[in-house]
């Protein structure tokens, strides 16, 4: 009933900038918070922003001061601009929400992932 569907991923150089898209769709009746996550290979899958559907914001420590996550409610999209990347960013990245329906009470969705890869 619910789709999330990312964009914007790929290869950059350390130092270089990218912004990811996830656009949310189906019988959607409200989101609430929307955030980013991303996996290292090997590693577990982590918070990267999040931000709730009145405008408030939470990074992770890795990110802060170069990440910068925004939504567009009318769209039902959020996004994540990339700034002075790492090559410890290098990661698959996900799209997360928490959907209500008018068929159901919130329920998270995630995207399918897009890969991110920042060479040094």
């Known amino acids: 009933q619910v789709q999330l569907v990312e964009s914007g991923g790929g290869l950059v150089q350390a130092g270089g900038s990218l912004r990811l898209s996830c656009e949310a769709s189906?019988?959607?009746?409200?989101?609430?918070?929307m955030g980013w996550y991303r996996q290292a290979p090997g590693k577990q899958r982590e918070l990267v922003a999040l931000?709730?559907?009145?405008?408030?914001?939470n990074y992770a420590d890795a990110v802060k001061g170069r990440f910068t996550i925004s939504r567009d409610n009318a769209k039902n999209t959020v996004y994540l601009r990339m700034n002075s990347l790492k090559p410890e960013d290098t990661a698959v990245y996900y799209c997360?929400?928490?959907?209500?329906?008018?068929?159901?009470?919130?329920?998270?969705?995630w995207g399918q992932g897009t890969q991110v890869t920042v060479s040094s």
């Open positions: 997360n929400a928490d959907v209500r329906t008018w068929r159901t009470l919130s329920t998270a969705y």
């Open positions: 189906g019988s959607i009746r409200s989101i609430n918070d």
């Open positions: 931000i709730t559907s009145g405008g408030s914001t």
